[in-house]
């Protein structure tokens, strides 16, 4: 197949590529620096476009199979201000816009486009089980993730199948939450994060790779689907099966208080509680390979 790829170096995106390289595909990747355009020593054909100006080459994407959209700007690279917030919804909107545009005025639209969105559409749930019949939230990233989402319609009304994978917490040492995690845990300083009581739904990059495979190969999924492990713990649990698995202490709990003092707006996402659980994929025969919180942890390690 030949496939799209937005977002292809970080740390998720990177992932697919490398799966999809290896099993023979051929992939696109959409690109924001001129200096990136043109086949790549990989192999990979970079493509220009830039989302906030909502300029994209088209003619490259004609003939398509699948696009994966995965670019947006990090949620906790940067302190909430106000500007920073802008920039979170932007990326995400002006992004899903600029490709479902483009997709929606091909001559041979691909199959399926996977437009990402988060577990944070559903908003702050406590300890429910929530899958993907709830509905959204009203906090800032719900509301986002509710744009995300609804900017792809284009894609949608012209034919194209579309899928939201609203993914949880991926949890790999190279990026993300456990490049922050895992070096603390590992001098001994780890502990839980505020009462340790909200749930976390992690998944490995393993499992989220080949989720997102498997939402571009099976006809019959559309729509949102959670991407998150079948299990999700509360932190307080997710911070003793990983100082039980590093053969460390988890003493150092940081207050509600500490952590909006240090974070600001941004502690809302580490105190919130997601108790998510991938019903369609589940229904649909997908297999977690790492599908409890001690082998999330280890595949992460």
């Known amino acids: 197949m030949r496939i799209a790829v937005t977002g292809s170096t970080g740390l998720i995106g990177s992932a697919l590529v490398r799966s999809l390289l290896a099993d ?15 086949v ?22 004609e003939g398509l199979d699948a696009v994966v959209h995965l670019a ?19 990326s995400r909107v002006l992004g899903t816009e600029t490709v479902a545009g483009a997709l929606a005025g091909l001559k041979r639209p691909p199959r399926v486009l996977v437009s990402a969105s988060a577990v944070g559409w559903y908003g702050q749930t406590g ?23 609804a900017a792809a319609r284009p894609a949608a009304d012209a034919g194209v ?9 991926v949890m790999d040492r190279h990026g993300g939450a456990g490049a922050r995690l895992f070096p603390v845990f590992k001098l001994g300083l780890g502990g839980r994060l505020g009462s340790g009581e909200q749930y976390w739904s992690a998944v490995s990059l393993a499992d989220e790779v080949a989720a997102l495979r498997f939402l571009i190969d099976r006809e019959e999924l559309s729509g949102p689907v959670n991407v998150a492990g079948p299990d999700p713990v509360t932190n307080g649990r997710l911070t003793e099966e990983l100082g039980r698995v590093l053969g460390r202490p988890t003493l150092f709990a940081v207050p509600d208080f500490a952590l909006k003092a240090v974070l ?8 919130g509680s997601h108790r998510v659980v991938p019903r369609k994929l589940l229904e649909a025969g997908f297999r977690f390979r790492h599908a ?8 992460a390690l």
């Not at 023979?24 to 043109?38: A, D, I, K, M, P």
């Not at 970079?46 to 088209?58: C, F, K, Q, S, T």
């Not at 947006?72 to 932007?90: F, L, M, P, Q, S």
């Open 161 to 169: 199948r579309v899928v939201h994978p609203r993914t949880g917490l």
């Open 40 to 61: 790549q020593p990989d192999g990979t054909l970079g493509v220009g476009w830039n989302p906030h100006r909502l300029e994209i080459d088209a003619a490259a994407l």
């Open 24 to 38: 023979g595909h051929e992939v696109v990747r959409l690109v924001r620096r001129r200096s990136r355009t043109g």
């Open 127 to 149: 300890d429910r089980v929530i899958d993907e019949t709830a509905p959204a939230g009203d906090d800032f990233l719900a509301r986002v993730c509710a744009e995300w989402e």
């Open 72 to 90: 947006g700007a990090g949620v906790g690279d940067h302190r909430w201000t106000e500007a920073y917030k802008r920039e979170i919804r932007d």
């Open 264 to 271: 600001g707006q941004m502690a809302v996402e580490v105190t």
């Open 292 to 299: 409890d919180v001690e082998s999330i942890l280890r595949a």
